[in-house]
């Protein structure tokens, strides 16, 4: 029975040759996301920046027209209307005008701003031209304001200091006051202011324009390149998903399937296949199927072999064993307990050896006193219990004995169960697993008590 071929011997594609391709595969691939996702990152704040520089770009030259429609409006009802029919200076429209020539908008100013955003000249060409027709028409405006109010004075308002005055020539000034009210309304209602009027307006949106026409080409070559990244990231995360489920479903028919059939194999005493599998897998069927052939050879010396712990009395791991496989052939209710006894480490070190060997005695004592004549020593400080024909109300109190059993003498023993009303049913490596488990889940609320 098995195979007596070395594990050297043993054929196979090992784990190693193929994980490691894979692993080197897979880290360019995460690598590349990160790359991709940190360049659409920087893409998507590139093209949020633009487009905030861009609305704020279309402000400021908006700016410039309306400050100089403002002006220009201003001016002319105060030119066109100086008084109003009381006789008094109509302020009100100068006041505006004031306030107006505070805002950081006029032609050079507005220039200035947009050299700093660097805008080449070419482009800033027709915002020039407009800048200067509104400097223009802002000085015929101050010098038809100057001729008005050399015929009426302004009032002591402080606003209105803000306005320069301009000096009137010497022709200007030998006028009398109706001619040069007729001067101030023939220079805002020139053609020549008119046409640089309309020079703002059209050669402002005519700027406007062709900054909204950069602003799009630039989002839509910045939305390109998001789109492709995009892509990229896409194509490169399916690529790692596909190479996840190739390398899943390999190893899952080369090694989880193997070794699932070695379970049902091994738990029927059987031989295992080792001309299937990966390398490792094929070692362990080898193996397994070397120490088969060992142990039928070697079955008359191991039976004789004492089945009782000579320390604590109880039978050992061999004999609970083959008990376990006598209670599977029934059918009766069935509790499987796994104790963990709590310190012996601790003890072993503080108190000795000798401290510890009457721990295990007493956790004995404890574990026999409560679940009776079926309880083993399975390890160092792991022992077993197995109660046939009871109901799971009776498995509780025979817990809650133990338990007392535990506090009279002293000790800590973790603990856990699993209770099958038919165990011909249940598969008992499941059963010890799951008591196992419950087992140490106690252990850990022990240990997290005493922190």
């Not at 770009?57 to 001016?75: P, R």
């Not at 304001?145 to 301009?166: E, F, G, H, Q, W």
């Not at 790692?240 to 005493?269: A, M, N, Q, R």
């Not at 070697?298 to 004789?304: A, G, Q, V, Y």
Request: glycine share 6%.
């Amino acid at each position: 029975m098995g195979n007596s071929q070395s594990p050297k011997e043993v054929g196979g594609i090992s784990a190693n040759s193929v994980m490691v391709p894979i692993l080197a595969v897979l880290s360019v691939l995460h690598v590349i996301i990160i790359f991709l996702i940190i360049s659409i990152n920087s893409t998507s704040s590139e093209l949020s920046n633009t487009m905030k520089t861009s609305g704020e770009q279309i402000n400021v030259a908006t700016s410039l027209l309306a400050g100089s429609s403002l002006m220009s409006e201003t001016s002319g009802n105060f030119i066109l209307m100086p008084v109003s029919r009381n006789g008094k200076v109509n302020v009100g429209h100068l006041i505006a005008y004031a306030n107006e020539l505070e805002n950081p908008r006029r032609g050079n100013q507005v220039m200035e701003r947009f050299r700093g955003y660097g805008v080449a000249d070419e482009v800033m060409a027709p915002l020039s031209i407009a800048a200067k027709d509104a400097n223009k028409m802002m000085r015929d405006q101050l010098h038809a304001i100057s001729l008005v109010r050399s015929v009426y004075p302004l009032p002591p308002v402080d606003a209105l200091k803000k306005i320069p005055a301009v000096e009137l020539t010497e022709a200007e000034k030998a006028m009398t006051d109706e001619q040069r009210l007729d001067a101030a309304e023939r220079i805002i209602l020139s053609p020549e202011y008119a046409d640089c009027k309309r020079s703002v307006s059209k050669n402002v949106n005519a700027f406007v324009q062709v900054l909204r026409d950069q602003s799009d080409r630039k989002a839509a070559e910045t939305g390109k390149k998001i789109f492709i990244l995009r892509t990229g990231l896409w194509v490169t995360t399916i690529l790692i998903i596909l190479i996840l489920i190739v390398t899943f479903g390999t190893f899952y028919k080369e090694l989880l399937w193997p070794l699932k059939k070695f379970v049902k194999l091994i738990t029927s005493d059987k031989s295992l296949d080792d001309g299937q599998g990966l390398h490792e897998v094929r070692m362990v069927a080898t193996a397994y199927n070397t120490l088969l052939k060992r142990r039928d050879a070697l079955d008359d010396i191991l039976r004789s072999a004492a089945e009782t712990d000579a320390l604590t009395g109880l039978p050992n791991r061999y004999r609970f064993e083959r008990y376990m496989l006598d209670v599977c052939e029934g059918n009766d209710p069935v509790a499987v307990l796994m104790f963990d006894v709590n310190n012996l480490k601790v003890t072993n070190d503080r108190y000795g050896h000798s401290a510890g060997d009457d721990l295990l005695k007493r956790a004995a004592n404890c574990i026999s006193y409560g679940f009776g004549e079926q309880c083993f020593r399975i390890g160092g400080d792991e022992f077993a219990a197995v109660v046939k024909n009871v109901g799971s109300e009776q498995i509780k109190q025979m817990i809650k004995r133990f338990r007392e059993k535990e506090k009279e003498q002293n000790v800590s023993i973790s603990i856990g169960y699993v209770y099958s009303e038919d165990i011909e049913t249940t598969n008992m490596k499941k059963i010890l697993d799951e008591a196992d488990k419950r087992m140490y889940e106690d252990k850990q609320r022990f240990h997290a008590a005493l922190q």
